[in-house]
């Protein structure tokens, strides 16, 4: 959507139909631009012919979609040896008005395509209505549908003692995708069978520094100076959605004061949170702790204005 925005166009390639054995499944998708491209369905002759197609859709300024079949076998020489029908489209800022609340969706969605007078319109619905079958010739064919499911927010935290076994806990049925990571010094004997990923300390620092953009970090290990190490490294990227750090008013202040001597500015240590959790809550208990937080994040991750 930067793109889009950026008055740029590329195209978006889609299986929106595969028969037999095929690379990828229904949905899978490559964006291109003049001089690159990103995604993948499949590699191959497959995915060279959409290439090519791509780029030529964006030397025209008429025309903005194609469909286009490949037998795998016979016209390409792959050895799967299937059927895949390929949607190619221009997506440029005439794609905003999709492109946008797509991109805001908190909850799955249908992007459906609809073909009429030879031209396409994309649209947002709550629910996937049945998409034409792909042996159903392309002249014929009126609509395309996918389910969209948006991506989660990550969530990576740190520590496997009692809190972050209840942090864990809390996490796993809820709508995050969570990276538990722990040194072994993290693990106390109750944290027999812990799924956390046991790291040593400088791969937990680099495991910061490899995160994506808007990750949302949340630090409970065994020791302040990891722990100060730890959230040393998310402010000095800066690209962060959150920072949590488990402890009291002191333990902030310390950190503060600490950080402000490293050359952190007051602006970026406004960002930590510590204590973690919504105010509401008390108890220092790790369930309660685990259910404070899950509260805190649930409520940031679902309003965008956050």
């Known amino acids: 959507m ?6 740029e166009a590329l195209a978006m390639v889609t299986i929106v139909g595969a028969q037999g054995s095929t690379p990828r499944e229904i949905g899978a998708r490559m964006l291109v631009w ?14 060279r012919q959409g290439l090519d197609q791509a780029r030529r859709l964006l030397t025209q300024t008429a025309r903005r979609h194609a469909l286009q079949d490949y037998p795998l076998g016979p016209l390409l020489g792959q050895c799967c040896g299937g059927h895949v029908r390929l949607l190619v489209e221009r997506v440029d800022a005439e794609s905003l008005p999709w ?3 797509a991109a805001d969706a908190r909850a799955p969605f249908a992007l459906t395509a609809r073909f009429e007078d030879g031209g396409m319109i994309r649209a947002i619905e709550a629910e996937a209505p049945a998409s034409d079958s792909p042996r159903i010739p392309i002249p014929e064919v009126r609509r395309v ?4 499911r948006p991506t989660l927010p990550r969530l990576v935290i740190f520590g496997a003692g009692h809190v972050g076994q209840a942090v864990a806990r809390a996490f796993a049925p809820l709508p995050f995708h969570l990276d538990w990571l722990a040194s072994r010094e993290d693990l106390r004997p109750e944290a027999s069978g812990t799924r ?3 790291l040593s300390e400088d791969e937990l620092v680099e495991a910061v520094e490899a995160a994506p953009a808007d990750t949302l970090f949340a630090m409970f290990t065994h020791s302040h100076d990891l722990d100060y190490r730890l959230t040393r490294a998310v402010l000095a990227r800066g690209d962060f959605r959150y920072l949590g750090l488990i402890g009291s008013r002191t333990k902030r202040a310390r950190f503060e004061s600490r950080l402000r001597a490293d050359g952190v500015a007051d602006a970026d240590l406004a960002r930590l949170t510590c204590p973690i959790g919504i105010a509401e809550l008390k108890s220092k208990a790790p369930a309660v702790i685990a259910v404070a937080l899950a509260a805190e994040l649930l409520k940031l991750t679902e309003d965008p204005a956050e």
């Open 99 to 101: 492109l946008e609340p």
């Open 145 to 148: 549908s996918e389910l969209i």
């Open 196 to 198: 956390a990923t046991i």
């Open 2 to 7: 930067a793109s889009a925005r950026r008055g």
């Open 34 to 47: 003049p001089d690159r491209f990103t995604g993948t369905i499949g590699g191959g002759s497959l995915e």
